[in-house]
């Protein structure tokens, strides 16, 4: 029974009973408390736990999941066991306080026995001790004979592990055979029997002690089959790997490897890694998670690292994860669409993954391997680990595991420490940077629980009346503030905009009833809804009480609404150009500036900059309207307004809609039509991280000043060139020309000079016996005509290339400084002679180093007094270097 045939079969049995067919939600949770989607109940657990109202009273679901960081990880086991994997996928059931287990229990043992086929002697059951309910549905009403229902305590309870719903659980076990263990049942060996079926029913409401305090007034069911493990039982397989939707991505590595899966063990752990990595980091980038060094993009990250790892192992020297991504785009494409939709995308970030991470394997491996052999067993330290994990980013599971390959640990704690300390300088980099203390929060909450939040005005106002409620100097109350003080004024109502979004803070005037006078310099949220002008009085004098009219610099307002709505358009434009892979990842918007942040895997092309530049001003030249209202969360998402994951929002949300293709939430101040925004320029585009890009923009009249300035130069450039703006790039490549031919007639010219110069060094010569074939030549000396060191470089290989078989040591001085080239003929080279050896120790003395090339070495120093004692030296490593090559 295909694997695809199981998953429709599930699915379609329960539509039978009534059930909503729902969808796969994301790997990335909405639960914030998640770090990936790891089971099936996780797109329902607002209405298991009573947080949401469920719109139906029972669903069935095949769930993308992933275990492979936070609470519940395999990585490590992947590979090494049979049935752990990092992607799976969770078959489920469930109910809303509608059916429980007289309707689960029955259902569950019809779809395994009738609708797949499985032999009802070869399946027992285990359930929680105190459930004799459930014990006795299985005995009375499917017919399980009391000696195949084994009773667990722990193993068969389910809980979130905080307080909230639990209850038990019951389990179904299909009997392998006497081949896999001892008979007796799941309590005797769970080798030979394996669970592939959870039924879990929440009854019971727990504390954070653990008590169980009485019933749930609403009993749910959540029902989770991993589908794999299904295929592999139902189809009499080993294990999961040998399923039809796993296998296909082992034969892939054993073609790239040239191994045979089952014929060595330590090839086979290879083998099944890339097999189940190649499907979770395939399905991770399809859902949006980039390789990084945070979270779910650092889960990403080693998981494709460790599948790198073992391809290298397996000796595969070609890129595989773009083909396994290939593979299961190409296998899972019918079940999940948008596999197909962007696996060329999916093979790009996956293959640049790889490719960076061999490059710098390379070195990671050379210091793991050399300190392994230096240590020969033992206990790598933790200061390697973290080195290795924190210059070549390996993901200390790897360190572990080509540890234990060579039956050795790490020092898992002083990894831990060293690790420590890298997050305490980060805390208190954050801490330096924070700049509120507790008291000033204090007083912030004081003000909020007095007052309530501050009504913002400033989506239909720019200018409004209100009362001062407080006046804070330094993080304290006060009772007034006169001329020349700097204090956080809070009034009931504003219309100025509190930075936030990535939009910065409005700037205006606060004058009271009086006459008093305040510069607002920023706006920014004291805490969440109450806003906090920060400001200088002018004059006069202002206290708690005072009337005032708050007045924002509309100037001002008007170059941030257009920048901001700029970059809703911009946004928009990269997702067109580039891919729904672009997601916004930060932003600044400005009066005369703007900044954006988003997701993408390699740096844009001059001609995607300027398709994306097109568009962005195609859709400001449609001068449509641009609609910023309120609705709901549930509305927005029906609409198909851009959301994006770790953003938290209420049942209330503000959405931008930019004409006739931008749709976002967004909270910040905007244009009312696209024709207002201007010119829109694209000043420049930069990586600021792995995977994330940044572009910076103008929009309006800085735009058109930033064109204006450009013509200027342009026109400039033309002048002193002596033609037209238009030809300048033509007249400039012809000058770049001219340029390059007199730079060669110049060198041809030095040489020929040089020639001069090492005919008259030639003087210098001496013999060098290096053995009984015959005799080379070796000049060392001192030069003065060289006019820097690479001319210095360059008369040294001359000379060397004149001696045949020869060394040339040449020394000089420049602005108080010495340099020394040594350059070894290849004939010598072969025989032992190394340019490096020669100057290393002459370059000690002159207070520098060189490097390690054999051929032509570099040295130098600051002390250039010391050059013909350093010259001295070199002649002497020399001839210690010949004796041994002669002896």
């Known amino acids: 029974m295909k ?3 199981i998953r429709r079969s599930f699915v379609d049995f329960f539509a039978r009973r009534d059930h909503e067919v729902v969808p796969s939600s994301s790997l990335i949770p909405v639960d914030q408390t998640l770090l990936l989607t790891n089971a099936g109940m996780v797109q329902f657990k607002p209405y298991m736990v009573g947080d949401e109202k469920a719109p139906w009273p029972r669903a069935v679901s095949v769930q993308k999941c992933a275990r492979a960081g936070g609470k519940h990880n395999d990585l490590e086991q992947v590979g090494r066991t049979t049935r752990h994997l990092t992607f799976f996928e969770m078959l489920g059931n469930f109910s809303f306080g509608d059916y429980f287990k007289a309707e689960a229990i029955p259902w569950a043992w019809e779809l395994v026995t009738e609708a797949w086929g499985v032999d009802p002697d070869l399946l027992w059951i285990t359930v929680h001790d105190s459930d004799d309910e459930a014990a006795e549905i299985w005995h009375d009403a499917v017919g399980v004979a009391h000696e195949r229902i084994q009773r667990f305590d722990a193993d068969n309870w389910w809980s979130m592990g905080v307080a909230g719903p639990c209850g038990p659980c019951s389990e179904i076990f299909f009997d392998k ?20 079926w959870n039924l879990v029913f929440m009854q019971s409401l727990m504390d954070d002690e653990g008590r169980i305090l009485g019933d749930l007034p609403q009993k749910n069911i959540d029902t989770g089959a991993g589908l794999e493990r299904v295929s592999a039982t139902l189809n009499r397989l080993d294990s999961v790997f040998d399923t039809d939707t796993i296998r296909p991505l082992i034969r892939v590595a054993e073609d790239a490897s040239g191994c045979t899966y089952g014929t060595d063990v330590r090839a086979d752990v290879s083998l099944r890694i890339l097999g189940d990595h190649g499907r979770s980091s395939t399905f991770l980038v399809t859902d949006g998670v980039f390789p990084s060094n945070e979270e779910r993009g650092f889960v990403l990250r080693k998981i494709i690292r460790r599948a790198v790892r073992h391809a290298w192992l397996l000796g595969i020297e070609d890129p595989i994860m773009p083909r396994l991504a290939e593979l299961v785009a190409e296998e899972l494409g019918e079940a999940y669409p948008e596999l197909e939709r962007n696996v060329d995308t999916t093979r790009e970030i996956l293959g640049n993954e790889e490719e960076r991470f061999r490059s710098t394997m390379r070195s990671g491996m050379a210091l793991l391997e050399s300190e392994m052999d230096r240590l020969e067993g033992g206990v790598l330290s933790g200061e390697v680990a973290f080195r290795l994990h924190d210059t070549f980013g390996f993901p200390i599971e790897v360190t572990r595991e080509v540890a234990a390959e060579r039956g050795m640990e790490v020092d898992q704690d002083g990894f831990e420490a060293e690790m420590e300390v890298q997050r305490r300088r980060a805390k208190e980099a954050a801490r330096e940077g924070a700049g509120q203390d507790e008291g000033a929060t204090v007083t912030y909450r004081a003000i909020s629980e007095e007052h309530g939040h501050t009504t913002f005005l400033g989506y239909e106002a720019t200018e409004a009346d209100s009362v001062v409620v407080a006046v804070v100097s330094a993080g304290m109350r006060v009772d ?7 204090v956080e004024v809070f009034t009931r109502e504003s219309p100025f905009y509190a930075e936030a979004g990535g939009q910065v803070g409005d700037t205006g005037t606060i004058v009271t009833g009086s006459g008093a006078e305040l510069a607002v310099d920023d706006t920014k949220y004291a805490l969440p809804g109450l806003i906090s002008h920060r400001c200088r009085v002018v004059e006069g004098s202002v206290a708690s009480g005072d009337s005032v009219r708050l007045a924002v610099d509309v100037q001002r307002r008007a170059g941030i609404r257009r920048h901001h709505t700029a970059t809703h358009l911009l946004h928009w434009a990269l997702r067109e150009v580039l891919g729904e892979h ?9 009066p005369g500036r703007l900044r954006f942040d ?20 195609r859709e400001m030249l ?15 998402d029906a609409a198909g307004v851009i959301a994006f994951f770790g953003d938290k ?7 931008l809609e930019a004409g006739a293709h931008s749709k976002e939430l967004c909270g910040g101040t905007h244009v009312s039509s696209l024709g207002e925004i201007g010119p829109i320029v694209i000043t420049s585009e930069s990586s600021i991280g792995s995977n994330l890009r940044r572009i910076e923009a103008l929009a309006g009249a800085p735009a058109l000043e930033y064109l204006q300035e450009r013509r200027r130069l342009l026109s400039a450039a033309a002048g002193r060139l002596h033609t037209a703006p238009e030809e300048v790039p033509d007249q400039v490549e012809r000058r770049l020309g001219e340029l390059q031919e007199a730079r060669k007639q110049i060198d041809a010219l030095a040489s020929r000079l040089a020639a001069g110069e090492v005919a008259d060094l030639l003087d210098d010569a001496f013999e060098i016996d290096v053995d009984s074939d015959g005799t080379a030549r070796a000049v060392v000396v001192r030069v003065d005509s060289a006019g820097n060191p690479k ?10 290339g004149t001696l045949g078989s020869g060394v040339a040591v040449l020394g000089a001085e420049f602005a108080g400084k010495a340099s020394l080239v040594a350059a070894v003929s290849k004939d010598l080279q072969a025989k032992g002679l190394s340019a490096a050896e020669i100057v290393r120790d002459a370059a000690a003395a002159l207070g520098g180093g060189t490097g390690n090339n054999p051929d032509v070495a570099m040295a130098g120093g600051p002390k250039g007094t010391e050059i013909d004692a350093a010259l001295r030296i070199a002649r002497d490593t020399l001839a210690s270097g010949v004796s041994r090559v002669a002896g």
């Open 3 to 5: 694997t695809s045939q």
């Open 177 to 196: 055979g006497p081949d896999f263990g001892a008979e007796g049942g799941p309590a005797v060996d769970e080798d030979r029997y394996v669970e592939i």
């Open 480 to 486: 007034s503030a006169s001329s020349g003080d700097e």
């Open 582 to 590: 672009v997601r916004q990842h930060g932003s600044l918007v400005e």
């Open 598 to 617: 988003f997701s993408h895997f390699a740096a844009v092309t001059p001609e995607e900059l300027a398709a994306v530049e097109r568009l962005a001003n």
């Open 622 to 636: 449609s001068n449509e309207t641009v609609r910023n209202y309120e609705t709901s969360k549930a509305e927005a």
């Open 649 to 655: 929002y209420g049942d209330r949300v503000r959405v």
């Open 791 to 800: 001319e210095l470089q360059r008369l040294a290989t001359e000379l060397r």
